[in-house]
């Protein structure tokens, strides 16, 4: 079997002979070449040409973010994991939207490195268990604003419209909102012709019908 050819860029030299020395047992992973830097990185992706290049995404100079973009587009061929220390929800999102395809935390261990090696030179994409709840929580501030978007319904409304399935009262709705009870009634009106409804159970129906009582 070819081994998979591994470029590791980090910009502690101590990292990289750590990552080596992990990965030593492990003879179908080869690791072709190192760099301390992005710029380096890119260049030596020509020289080394690697399956895989495990990069950290935050260096001096030219950062991993940055090194993906570039070589998502020079080199769509090379698969791309980061290994980093940051865990931080616009690192990983700002990550997979350049192109990788792994991002795994610097506290794993050298079999589940390994593995996330292999599984992406799959065709896998790869992420550390620790950073899932962070992802799905994102999925799900996403979609919520997806249904906001396509109901065409501001936060307010969405927020009236929770009240009404409630069965809240125009007076309760009235000290929620900070709103006069004759506010409430217009403003339950037009909730009304944007959802296309004559009644609060009509609205509250249509709500669930659209998900909309999901999004707060």
Not at 81 to 97: H, K, P
């Amino acid at each position: 079997m070819t081994p998979i050819r591994l470029l590791v860029v980090d910009d502690h030299q101590l990292v990289r002979k750590g990552i080596r020395s992990l990965l030593i047992n492990h003879p179908d992973i080869e690791i072709v070449g190192e760099a301390e830097n992005g710029l380096i990185a890119l260049r030596q992706v020509q020289d080394c040409n690697p399956d895989i290049v495990l990069l950290d995404i935050k260096m001096p100079g030219l950062d991993g973010t940055e090194v993906v973009r570039q070589l998502h587009r020079t080199r769509p061929d090379v698969k791309i994991i980061i290994l980093t220390t940051y865990d931080d929800e616009a690192y990983i999102t700002g990550a997979f939207e350049a192109g990788v395809h792994g991002y795994l935390l610097k506290n794993i261990s050298h079999e589940v490195l390994a593995d996330a090696i292999r599984s992406v030179h799959a065709g896998e994409s790869q992420l550390s268990p620790d950073l899932m709840g962070k992802v799905l929580r994102q999925f799900a501030e996403m979609a919520r604003v997806q249904k906001q978007d396509f109901s065409g319904l501001t936060e307010e409304e969405l927020h009236l419209i929770h009240l009404v399935a409630d069965g809240k009262s125009n007076r309760a709705i009235a000290k929620v909102m900070f709103w006069s009870e004759t506010t409430v009634k217009r403003r339950v009106q037009e909730l009304f012709e944007k959802l296309g409804v004559e009644n609060r159970v009509q609205a509250a129906a249509e709500a669930g019908k659209r998900g909309l009582l999901q999004v707060k």
